[in-house]
């Protein structure tokens, strides 16, 4: 498989791409597993949250299909499977990075989330965060 070995995954609000290519992040929440996103209500959308997959060179090219989803504790889809191509150039010097942004997720509960990448209908990546109810304070920093 021509797709590259995640090694790790930042968890942010967004990003933006500068000069020099560079990426700002936004709201960074930290790096999984050891990330906590507070919400002010469960039951309501997040605006928008993304997904900074980092890993080894990429070789190609190449195009592969690929889905997200994110799961509860019980593995139950919080979304459905999005789905999206993943193109590879012909080889990428040092580290690749993917980024995925989800827009509108509603956990229902606070808890145990997973983040699962499938590349052609087999698990490349799997991690976990967690979710909290946010004090109004915390809201405020």
């Not at 509860?72 to 010097?93: F, I, K, S």
């Not at 509603?106 to 698990?123: N, Q, Y």
């Amino acid at each position: 498989m021509s797709v590259p070995k995640i090694k790790y995954c930042l968890v942010c609000e967004d990003a933006r791409r500068e000069r020099g290519n560079k990426t700002t992040i936004l709201g960074f929440y930290g790096i999984t597993p050891d990330v906590e996103i507070g919400v002010a209500d469960v039951t309501k959308p997040v605006d928008r949250l993304m997904f900074f997959l980092v890993g080894e060179s990429a070789r190609g090219p190449a195009v592969h299909s690929a889905s997200v989803q994110i799961l509860d504790d019980r593995e139950v889809g919080v979304t459905g499977a999005v789905q999206m191509n993943l193109e590879l150039p012909d080889q990428v010097e040092g580290l690749s990075i993917f980024a995925v942004g989800l827009i509108g997720l509603v956990f229902g509960k606070p808890g145990t989330f997973t983040f699962r990448l499938t590349i052609d209908g087999r698990e490349h990546f799997t991690t976990r965060f967690r979710v909290t109810i946010a004090t109004p304070a915390q809201l405020a920093i």
